[in-house]
Nanobody, 120 residues
């Protein structure tokens, strides 16, 4: 089994910054893509940013230039630095990891979510 534990959410003012972290632990041989998604009330979960094991990144248009995703492969941890926060960034943020197990099975795992609230 694999656990993803997120931290770093909270309440921030418009224009402020927050940094999210997500650490994966358990039966992990390696991790392919790691990403952050978010879900606002009444809306579908959407991709925020994704990073491959080699460091290639992809961002939603709405966060380009403001958010930066990074990872520490040695720690099986992914980060999301969020700058210039806007009220529309308010959502529950979930991390996701595509884990390769020792038996070569590839499974997708989700964190429990962390609330980010941006006040205007």
């Amino acid at each position: 089994q694999v656990q993803l534990v997120e931290s770093g959410g909270g309440l921030e003012q418009f224009g402020g910054s927050l940094r999210l972290s997500c650490a994966a632990s358990g039966s992990i041989f390696s991790i392919n893509d790691m990403g952050w998604y978010r879900q606002a009330p009444g809306k579908q979960r959407e991709l925020v940013a994704i990073i491959t094991s080699g460091g290639t990144t992809k961002y939603a248009e709405s966060v380009k230039g403001r958010f930066t995703i990074s990872r520490d492969n040695a720690k099986n941890t992914v980060y999301l630095q969020m700058n210039s926060l806007k009220p529309e960034d308010t959502a529950v943020y979930f991390c996701n990891a595509l884990v390769v197990h020792y038996n070569n099975r590839r499974l997708s795992y989700w964190g429990q979510g962390t609330q980010v609230t941006v006040s205007s």
